[in-house]
């Protein structure tokens, strides 16, 4: 399993394109969205930790389709269906290969871009904090979607339709995290149901992503 | 005679049963439904605050009821299907997810159309109308898989395992979004607890249009199913055709 993770991290690196497309496009977000709202610093300050929590977000939903559609397409999937080692192993290890694509940079990125949107400084810890712990849930669900529409030919609309619905619970604790580390408040209630959501998703989707798979292989 | 439920899982039992069952549901779902909107509209007094406008409730309620209703029989028909593998059920779990989307619609519809004299806006980010639109969204989800995935035993194996996952995830937006936003809308008129929230003047004619909205929903589901069966059957026979 280990070797199969550093099998995906190896080729998300060297194929290039993915890996860097999220980090892009967060940081498109973060450019345009005060183009956009105008400068005034207060308001940027109170709408950044919802927006970096949906760049976030939409930057995890952009790779998805990526997950398990080339190993599908060059049958490597078929292999691993095959092997010794239980499906749900492989989606967990597919979900963590994304998880480190992907949600890791992503976090590390954010505190930069906080800057850009005038973060209050306490939140900064708060949202590295949030996305550390939320956006693997991101990448669990992730790849239950993309095991959903493995077997499309356009699945990438579908995808996030799909998604998209999963990831509220995430985004709203998440962003709420941010929010309440900003105004000082006490951010214990929403940082263990994120905790919690993240620990569940993970040890229960991939089970049901198997399965998916397993439906599409068929 | 019938010996148990899973009879029904035989399409042409079903079939037989469903042919005289829907036109007698179908009448009794129209003169309910008619009967317990007249009865709301035109037979009670208005209310001393909200006047005339509070009567939207009888097709608000009624449709939010069986929005919610509507995710759950898609639920218990999708693991029926997974565990015992009747085509019935798949196709029932189809049926009723255009029906659930269409009243998710109409609850919000309403809910706009009341909320815009007694709030003063047609949408705010309510937990219960945020919830609704998140329900809204999954039933968009689980209808365009139906949609994308041709062969249809694997586009009901699929769908049944989006409508399971998306159940707890529906279940968990719901409480999230209820931690994450105190709202406008009032709290549950109608409840198995003790305390009368509602006159019996409103309450029984309320009850006479969800009953009467249950009954479409069977209706609808019920035809749906049939025409599921039947397009079902065409493609065998256009097969079989096709091989001779």
Redesign the interface.
């Given at each position: 399993m280990i070797a199969l993770l550093l099998r995906d991290l190896r080729l998300a690196v060297r194929a290039g394109g993915g890996f860097g497309l999220g980090l892009a496009f967060f940081l498109i977000l973060a450019v345009l969205v005060p183009l956009g709202v105008g400068p005034e610093s207060a308001l940027l300050a109170r709408i950044a930790p919802g927006i970096l929590w949906v760049g976030a977000l939409l930057a995890c939903l952009l790779s998805l389709d990526r997950i398990l559609a080339l190993d599908y397409e060059d049958g490597s999937l078929d292999l691993l269906a095959t092997a010794p080692i239980p499906l749900e192993g492989v989606v967990t290890m597919k979900a963590a290969a994304h998880w480190i694509t992907t949600g890791l940079p992503l976090t590390l990125l954010a505190p930069v871009l906080g800057v850009l949107l005038s973060l209050p400084a306490p939140a900064y810890g708060w949202l590295v904090l949030s996305l550390a712990l939320g956006t693997p849930a991101l990448s669990v669900i992730g790849t239950?979607g993309a095991a959903?529409?493995v077997?499309?030919r356009r699945?990438g609309l579908?995808l996030s339709?799909?998604v998209?619905?999963?990831y509220?619970?995430t985004l709203?604790?998440g962003a709420?995290v941010v929010r309440r580390g900003a105004d000082g408040l006490s951010v214990a209630?929403?940082l263990a149901?994120l905790a919690g959501?993240t620990l569940g998703a993970a040890a229960l989707?991939p089970f049901?992503s198997a399965?998916?798979i397993r439906?599409?292989l068929? | 005679m019938v010996s148990s439920y899973w009879e029904y899982a035989n399409p042409t039992r079903f079939m037989q049963t469903s042919g005289w069952l829907l036109p007698v549901v179908a009448v009794l779902a129209v003169v309910t439904t008619a009967v317990g909107l007249i009865w709301g509209f035109f037979f009670t007094s208005d209310d001393f605050r909200q006047g005339s406008t509070v009567k939207i409730l009888f097709l608000h309620v009624p449709s939010a009821l069986m929005a919610i209703n509507a995710w759950l029989m898609m639920l218990v028909v999708s693991l029926i299907w997974l565990i015992r593998r009747h085509h019935v059920s798949a196709l029932a779990a189809k049926a009723a997810a255009p029906v659930g989307l269409a009243m998710t619609v109409i609850a919000l519809f309403t809910g706009a159309i009341w909320g815009q004299p007694m709030w003063g806006t047609w949408w705010v980010w309510d937990p219960r109308l945020t919830s609704f639109l998140v329900l809204f969204l999954f039933y968009l989800g689980y209808l365009a898989l139906w949609q994308a995935i041709e062969d249809p035993d694997t586009a009901a194996d699929l769908t049944a395992v989006l409508c399971l996952v998306g159940s707890v995830f529906a279940l968990l937006s719901r409480y999230a979004v209820f931690f994450w936003s105190q709202g406008l809308h009032q709290g549950p008129s109608l409840s198995l607890q003790a305390g009368e929230r509602m006159d019996m003047a409103y309450k029984l004619p309320l009850y006479v249009a969800m009953t009467g909205f249950g009954l479409i929903f069977v209706a609808l589901v019920l035809l749906g199913t049939r025409t599921e069966i039947r397009a079902r059957r065409i493609k065998a026979l256009v097969a079989r055709e096709r091989m001779g």
């Open positions: 239950f959903l529409t077997g499309l699945g579908l339709l799909l998209l619905p999963l509220v619970p709203i604790f709420e209630t929403p149901l959501i989707l049901a399965a998916a439906i599409n068929r | -």
